[in-house]
């Protein structure tokens, strides 16, 4: 069965960090681009990091230096380390998978979240970040 499941998600002061995970089942782990999108208050879906399978890593300018993506191949998970957690981050958090390894995860736009059906999309976790 093809899932995507995250875990990790919960509430941090600003400045604090949290780790979330996505392990995926049903796929050829490395032969697909992985990565993290996010909907928040604006209701606007954004990539956050992605994984291309050539080992290209992207973020997003709002997270650079901040959120560390990796990849397991072993465990078949993708984790994502959120240091620095300001307000704005707040949102529920995705975990989304292209089985064809396009190598455009970075560049959609326009999408919702978990409904963009060229992906695989987790069911969404909630990160919560207090001033």
């Known amino acids: 069965e093809e899932r995507l499941v995250e875990s990790g998600g919960g509430s941090v002061q600003a400045g604090g960090t949290l780790t979330l995970t996505c392990t995926v089942s049903?796929?050829?782990?490395?032969?697909?681009?992985v990565g993290w999108w996010r909907q928040g208050a604006r209701n606007a879906c954004d990539p956050v990091a992605s994984?291309?399978?050539?080992?290209?890593?992207h973020y997003a300018d709002a997270v650079k230096g901040r959120f560390i993506i990796s990849q397991d191949n072993a465990k078949n998970t993708v984790t994502l380390q959120m240091n620095s957690l300001k307000p704005e981050d707040t949102a529920v958090y995705y975990c989304a998978l292209d089985p064809i390894s396009t190598g455009r995860m970075p560049y959609v736009e326009g999408i919702q979240c978990a409904n963009f059906d060229d992906y695989y999309w987790g069911q969404g976790t909630q990160v919560t970040v207090s001033s």
């Open positions: 049903g796929f050829t782990f490395d032969l697909s681009d």
């Open positions: 994984i291309i399978t050539d080992g290209t890593i």
